[in-house]
């Protein structure tokens, strides 16, 4: 549209340069009209933008609100993908309207309410690894500086959609039913707990990989060969002939054989499955270009069926190697690796983690662990990168 109001013009005042000669206010007249038109295209793409954002932002504003419709989004459900989506059209939007707008303080207030559910979908994973079932179970010694972090990032997005109707115009009105304040209350305790105690966090604790001990070999002990006394030759003095007393041979002791006790070797269960898990999924083979995900995972799905002793682990690994996978190629720098990997650890690893966590056995138990405290960290830094992002176009 813009660019046949474009063409109209152009022509228009082509036309009113050759006839200015005979009609001088034609000229004038074309000046007006420019200026209208400019006007007119800058109203079509306002129109658009806000269409769009209406189409966008109200489905999750009616959940909220409790309005009983069919168009509603729970906000707990978006994606990181989304989440940056929906930011980067408010960024478009504060570009095509002004704060004296009706609907800016609006627009201006999903912002920051996504920021706040980014935030919550992160510690909730940070609360998801910790394992406290109540917040009296948090305590000092199982909380890392990562955690810290999120809830008090978590703390300071709650204050921001708190205050906001303090800083925002007259006449606005938060557009949710219900109190943030009760919805969150849970996840706000926790948060507040495990800021208290800052001051006793040192370090993030780490799993280490469980690994066969090691049992040393038993020797027998040492027996001296015990050698008979030297006897000296039994010479007789000159004396009258008489008969010598007879004298028993020495016979050295008896020292019975020690064999050392039988250890069996600790090793994990010789089955299919662990010796596929040992030769294909190791850092080497998910970063080799040659490497086939889905070939490799269906191939390691038939060397396993549910009535193995070690099924939860064999899942928990289908989950994750492709999250590794991608997890390998963001530490690589590789473009799009990003979103691939945050897919990956939302809807394959963790749905499956939350499945089989409380049945894991060891050696796999505390390994699956440490990668889902590795994951959750690697998973936050891309958030932090994307909001960083956000914040640069914005600015």
Avoid at 121 to 142: R, Y
Wanted: glycine share 2%; hydrophobic share 45%; charged share 15%.
């Amino acid at each position: 549209m813009k660019k046949v109001l474009v063409m109209f013009v152009a022509l228009s005042w082509h036309f009113g340069i050759t006839a200015s000669a005979s009609l001088p206010v034609l000229s004038q007249e074309l000046d007006i009209l420019i200026v209208e038109l400019n006007d007119l295209s800058g109203q079509l793409l306002a129109d658009a933008s806000e269409k769009k954002m209406n189409l966008i932002i109200l489905p999750f504003f009616n959940w909220f609100s409790g309005i009983n419709t069919t168009n509603k989004k729970n906000p707990n459900t978006l994606t990181s993908d989304q989440i940056a989506e929906y930011n980067r059209l408010f960024i478009k939007y504060t570009k095509i309207y002004g704060s004296g707008d009706e609907l800016y303080d609006y627009y201006n207030f999903g912002k920051i309410f996504l920021t706040f559910i980014n935030k919550v979908n992160i510690f909730n994973v940070d609360l998801f690894v910790l394992g406290a079932k109540d917040v009296n179970e948090v305590v000092a010694s199982k909380l890392s500086q990562s955690i810290l972090t999120h809830a008090t990032d978590y703390m300071a997005a709650f204050s921001l959609c708190m205050d906001f109707p303090k800083t925002a115009q007259k006449g606005f009105k938060k557009p949710f039913s219900y109190s943030l304040r009760d919805v969150y209350a849970e996840i706000t305790a926790f948060a507040q707990k495990i800021i208290s105690f800052k001051n006793q966090i040192v370090v993030s604790p780490v799993v280490p990989l469980v690994t066969p001990p090691v049992v040393p070999l038993v020797t027998p002990p040492v027996v001296p060969l015990v050698t008979p006394p030297v006897v000296p030759l039994v010479t007789p003095p000159v004396v009258p002939p008489v008969t010598p007393p007879v004298v028993p041979p020495v016979t050295p002791p008896v020292v019975p054989l020690v064999t050392p006790p039988v250890v069996p070797p600790v090793t994990p269960p010789v089955v299919p499955a662990h010796s596929f898990i040992l030769k294909n999924f190791g850092d080497s083979q998910l970063s080799s270009s040659s490497f086939d995900l889905t070939a490799s995972l269906e191939a390691f799905r038939k060397t396993y069926t549910q009535s193995d002793v070690f099924y939860s682990e064999y899942e928990m690994w289908a989950a994750y190697v492709p999250t590794r996978y991608w997890e390998l190629k963001l530490l690589a720098g590789e473009a799009k690796a990003a979103n691939a990997f945050s897919f990956t650890y939302l809807n394959v690893f963790t749905p499956a983690y939350t499945k089989n966590s409380n049945s894991l056995s060891d050696p796999y138990a505390a390994q699956l662990v440490a990668m889902a405290l590795e994951f959750s960290v690697a998973y936050a830094i891309v958030q932090l990168d994307a909001i960083k992002n956000d914040n640069e176009l914005y600015g």
